[in-house]
């Protein structure tokens, strides 16, 4: 009898184990189950998120596209009157060629042509563009001198 009081209490004894155990997985399961819907969450909110910013890229590259699609039929329409198609397609492929600029050579002056009206013309180096400007309005006899008779 005394053996089997004792296998009891060893039994009683697992019991409880068993059942502290089961409340200890139980509670540990229901806080990853939480922790993993937490998660699940914020994935769903991250790759909404996501997917608005791509909606938005996508809309503006497309804005972009259009827009390089206009300015490019603008240059073929405008430069295309005046030259080849090879160089409009040149003017395409590097969009810096139809930016306004130079370099400064050596010398004191350069020749400014006008228009093939009053021929060519000396300018100092040194003349800004209001200067030069007035150079070739007449400002200071200049091309237009070269037409005699001819009153501004």
Same mark, same amino acid.
């Given at each position: 009898?005394?053996?089997?009081?004792?296998?009891?209490?060893?039994?009683?004894?697992?019991?409880?184990?068993?059942?502290?155990?089961?409340?200890?997985?139980?509670?540990?399961?229901?806080?990853?189950?939480?922790?993993?819907?937490?998660?699940?969450?914020?994935?769903?909110?991250?790759?909404?998120?996501?997917?608005?910013?791509?909606?938005?890229?996508?809309?503006?590259?497309?804005?972009?596209?259009?827009?390089?699609?206009?300015?490019?039929?603008?240059?073929?329409?405008?430069?295309?009157? +005046?030259?080849?198609?090879?160089?409009?397609?040149?003017?395409?492929?590097?969009?810096?060629?139809?930016?306004?600029?130079?370099?400064?050579?050596?010398?004191?002056?350069?020749?400014?042509?006008?228009?093939?009206? +009053?021929?060519?013309?000396?300018?100092?180096?040194?003349?800004?563009?209001?200067?030069?400007?007035?150079?070739?309005?007449?400002?200071?006899?200049?091309?237009?001198?070269?037409?005699?008779?001819?009153?501004?």
């Amino acid at each position: 009898m005394q053996a089997l009081r004792q296998r009891v209490a060893a039994l009683e004894q697992d019991k409880h184990d068993l059942e502290v155990m089961l409340e200890m997985a139980t509670d540990h399961a229901d806080d990853l189950s939480e922790t993993l819907q937490q998660e699940r969450d914020d994935l769903e909110t991250m790759l909404e998120m996501t997917t608005d910013h791509a909606d938005a890229l996508e809309a503006d590259l497309q804005s972009q596209a259009e827009a390089l699609a206009r300015r490019s039929q603008f240059i073929r329409e405008t430069f295309g009157r +005046y030259v080849s198609e090879d160089v409009v397609a040149q003017l395409l492929d590097a969009p810096e060629g139809l930016e306004l600029g130079g370099s400064q050579a050596q010398g004191d002056h350069f020749d400014v042509g006008c228009a093939g009206l +009053y021929g060519p013309r000396r300018v100092p180096r040194t003349a800004g563009g209001h200067d030069l400007a007035q150079s070739l309005s007449g400002g200071d006899g200049g091309c237009h001198s070269r037409l005699p008779g001819y009153d501004y």
